[in-house]
């Protein structure tokens, strides 16, 4: 090959990696994490392709919060490199964190809203920190806006959030998370603790407004009615790694005895007869919640 050959094929791979970083909002690598002599992640690897719902299961104490805090720089890991939108997590100076920082939200466990703050007022938290010049007009017509946006009645934005029910919190929980007009969504356990009917309409909230705006969203659930209503892909933590990610049905076919455990259980195979059930409705969002955990449906 002559010198001119080689440098053109050089160029060539560095394109071909710059497209194919370009595929993916979130890349992890051999991430490890632990605590004291607790190792939760070793060697993890997941890649996390824009515009897609990613769901995130595993069992309980997995580390699919810890992997998520890793990814948004709230845990330092061990081991390992975390990139957002090509963007390294590591080594950053604050503005170049604060770059990054902004194109996500995130929606905690709980909702994690501040008690002593109106519903609006929590939703103006992210606007005050990262455009502190904008207007107070501005800002509460912002913050209405993306109330809205998850279907909150307008009278919920003076109200405290223990005024609301836990799907009204779950909302505003949401437009908080959305308040900076974000590339990035992260859900951890959203519809926990929701009855079966206020968890089918937030997922199909997400699932509405990840198309309207474009989101990735990276969501962690127990709940196999979203995984099967809302999630395109679906990685799995087990054995301090990830195991597996792909559509439902790539994951039945493997023989991981957890994987099988979880989505052929009884649970599972009642989602999926909810999810054919709906979609021969023609309502893929539609889930068998109730029929799956036998509640009745309280307020949303
Ligand atoms: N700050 C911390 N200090 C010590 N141990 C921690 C800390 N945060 C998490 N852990 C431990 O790491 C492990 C993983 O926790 P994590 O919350 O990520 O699990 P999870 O998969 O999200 O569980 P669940 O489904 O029950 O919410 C657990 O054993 C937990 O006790």
């Excluded at 992260?186 to 705006?213: C, H, N, S, Y």
């Excluded at 999810?275 to 539609?286: C, H, L, S």
Aim: aromatic share 6%; proline share 4%; with cysteine.
């Amino acid at each position: 090959m002559t010198a001119e050959e080689e440098a053109n094929a050089a160029e060539q791979a560095r394109v071909d990696e710059a497209v194919e970083k370009a595929k993916f909002a979130i890349r992890v690598r051999g991430l490890k994490n632990s605590f004291g002599k607790q190792v939760v992640h070793e060697n993890l690897d997941l890649d996390v392709r824009k515009g897609e719902i990613l769901g995130v299961v595993g069992g309980s104490g997995t580390g699919k919060s810890v992997l998520m805090r890793s990814i948004i720089g709230l845990q330092v890991p061990d081991e390992g490199t975390v990139e957002v939108f090509g963007e390294s997590m590591v080594d950053r100076n604050e503005a170049e964190a604060v770059a990054i920082r902004k194109r996500w939200g995130v929606l905690f466990q709980g909702g994690a809203l501040f008690s002593t703050l109106t519903v609006a007022e929590n939703v103006e938290v992210p606007l005050r920190e990262y455009y502190p010049n904008i207007g107070s007009q501005l800002r509460d017509e912002i913050a209405a806006y993306k109330i809205h946006m998850t279907g909150l009645p307008a009278e919920a934005g003076p109200k405290y959030p223990s005024e609301l029910s836990g799907g009204m919190r779950k909302r505003a929980g949401l437009a908080r998370a959305l308040a900076i007009d974000p590339d990035l969504l992260f859900l951890d356990e959203p519809t926990a603790g929701l009855d079966p009917i206020g968890a089918a309409a937030f997922d199909e909230q997400t699932r509405k407004l990840q198309k309207v705006l474009g989101l990735t969203v990276f969501l962690i659930t127990h709940d196999l009615d979203t995984l099967y209503s809302i999630c395109d892909r679906v990685a799995v933590l087990a054995d301090k790694q990830v195991i597996a990610v792909g559509t439902i049905d790539e994951l039945l076919a493997t023989d991981h005895p957890w994987i099988q455990e979880y989505f052929n259980g009884p649970r599972g195979r009642a989602a999926t007869e909810a999810q054919q059930r709906a979609k021969a409705k023609g309502n893929a969002t539609v889930s068998g919640k109730r029929k799956l955990d036998g509640d009745a449906p309280g307020r949303q």
